[in-house]
């Protein structure tokens, strides 16, 4: 037998249960040594105790409490994809469908853009022909709707006033959008942390 | 840390997030990660994982259900507000309970209601620097913490973590409540490998003396 006695660490080392090269000595000593298993059968009883300790339950409105105090923001790119996610599908055949359609649509565009390309004359009679369309069906619905809202003598003066006033014009639009859709959102978030 | 969720997770059309159920079952990393992406549901299923351990540790560091109550409320406010800062090497749990010790720690340290080592400090290296720096608990403040034990906690050993130094009771309630390893707790705690070891030998001999009268 080894007459020297465990050291404190030594006794920690079998309390933690380590196992390892240097421990299978210090167990053939406390096997043989009453003091020593005395000793380390004292510190069991301290973490027999402390691991037998209960956890103990907080309020049950504690995570409503936390959840008041804490905003919850969605990122730009997470409500993105989230919405284009709502769109799609739920069902395993819908999507499959959706998927047969897109691509569908994509290769006929792919085979049109091609075709088109290998004809640039008629492409680019074509592209002249379908902006002016366009173009003129923009102008005469933006000058009716003008009409129609500002009255004709409000659309005399923006004609009257030239570049400077459309600009300003147009600037005061985005202005208010620009207002109105902050606004919502910061009303949206709000009601959502209320709720 | 941004792990996408599993495949195959049954999942809410509405707000594209795992039932609850599945949630339960998502590692902390993915919870995470989903709470970072705005979900409440994330949010509060790391409360549901944690509450009680994080009350556990700050309430026997404290000893006053109510004002153990608020810090723990603290603790989750100060987590989930910042969750951004949160480093994925670690363990979230190792994280979380960093914040909670030091929420408790530094409520003590404000109120000075910090027991002492009948040991005295942990830092002494010499018998007469421990005689030095040990310093006996006044029979005011004595009777009032076992006042407040017999009426919160009850048991001995409660008692006995009760009158540990904090920096002792941190370490003994993470290794054997929480059973956290010698390295996680030296990481949670910012101490040294050694400096835990010590201290939670020191505890467990404290404890050892403090409960042999009920053994007697």
């Known amino acids: 037998m080894n007459h020297r006695h465990l050291l404190p660490n030594e006794i920690d080392l079998l309390v933690d249960g380590e196992a390892g090269f240097g421990v299978a000595p210090l167990r053939a000593h ?10 380390l059968d004292d510190a069991r009883i301290v973490v027999d105790a402390l691991e037998a300790l209960p956890h103990f339950a907080p309020d049950s409105r504690l995570a409503d409490r936390v959840m008041a105090q804490v905003p919850v923001f ?34 006929l565009l792919t085979v049109a853009m091609i ?3 290998s004809r640039g004359d008629a492409a680019i009679f074509a592209t002249s022909l379908f902006a002016d369309r366009v173009q003129s069906l923009v102008m005469g619905t933006a000058r009716d709707l003008a009409f129609s809202l500002l009255g004709d003598s409000a659309v005399a003066a923006i004609q009257a006033s030239g570049m400077l006033g459309v600009t300003l014009l147009v600037l005061g639009f985005l202005g208010t959008a620009v207002g109105t859709i902050l606004g919502l959102r910061r009303l949206a978030t709000a009601s959502s942390r209320r709720g | 840390m941004r792990a996408a969720p599993r495949a195959g997770l049954a999942r809410d059309p509405l707000d594209q997030m795992p ?33 009680r351990p994080v009350f556990s540790l700050v309430f026997r560091m404290v000893r006053d259900r109510e004002l153990a109550e608020d810090l723990t409320q603290d603790t989750f406010i100060k987590v989930l507000s910042h969750l951004d800062r949160y480093r994925s090497e670690f363990k979230f749990s190792s994280w979380l309970f960093k914040i909670a010790n030091n929420v408790a720690i530094d409520h003590l340290r404000r109120r000075q209601l910090d027991t002492v080592s009948m040991d005295g400090s942990p830092h002494a290296t010499t018998p007469d620097a421990v005689m030095a720096s040990a310093i006996e608990l006044s029979d005011r403040s004595e009777s ?21 130094r904090p920096e002792y009771r941190s370490c003994i309630l993470l290794r054997h409540v929480e ?8 990481t949670t705690l910012d ?12 505890a467990r001999h404290e404890l050892r003396r403090a409960l042999e009268h009920t053994r007697e």
């Open chain 1, 30 to 39: 406390v096997a043989e040594c009453d003091e020593c298993r005395a000793r």
């Open chain 1, 74 to 107: 969605v990122p730009a790119h997470v409500a993105a994809r989230d919405s284009v996610t709502r769109w799609l599908p739920q069902s395993g055949p819908a999507r499959a469908a959706a998927a047969v359609i897109g691509t569908s649509i994509a290769g």
């Open chain 1, 115 to 117: 075709w088109l390309a």
């Open chain 2, 19 to 51: 039932h609850a159920l599945d949630l339960a079952n998502l590692p902390d990393a993915d919870v995470v990660a989903l709470a970072l992406e705005g979900r409440e549901a994330a949010h509060r299923e790391l409360i549901r994982r944690y509450e």
């Open chain 2, 144 to 164: 009032a913490l076992e006042e407040m034990e017999a009426k919160e906690l009850g048991s001995a050993i409660e008692q006995a973590i009760a009158r540990l």
């Open chain 2, 179 to 186: 059973g956290r390893s010698y390295e996680e707790i030296a």
């Open chain 2, 191 to 202: 101490l040294p490998l050694g400096t835990v070891k010590t201290y939670i030998h020191r």
